[in-house]
């Protein structure tokens, strides 16, 4: 899998949490991803309209973070609600997403 950094995603109240930078470089005029994931990652991925479903990039403050709320995603990675976990992001190439580790 071609992978590049990308920053990183914080994990905190039934939300995802991205930065600006992050979402201008890899999602720039996207305002929905899909989320999916398999035994090892999660993926964020772009959809072309937010028409087609998937979940809002909600713009957080005025530097233009976004947040993405998603209890039932966060609950299905076996993580609390309550818990804050950041980790690392990175540019799948392949699959045209943002990808997170589930583990350490």
Known sequence: M???HA???????GSLYLQA????RHFPGIHA???????RRAYLIP??????????????NARGDRVIHCPEFIEGLQLALD???????RWDV???ALVFALHD
């Open 2 to 4: 071609d992978e590049q």
């Open 7 to 13: 920053g990183e995603i914080c994990l905190r109240g």
């Open 21 to 24: 930078a992050v979402c201008a």
């Open 33 to 39: 991803v899909a989320l999916w994931r398999d035994d």
């Open 47 to 60: 959809l072309a309209t937010a028409g087609t479903g998937g979940y809002l990039l909600k713009i957080r």
């Open 83 to 89: 818990a804050e976990v950041v980790r690392p992001l």
């Open 94 to 96: 392949e699959r045209h």
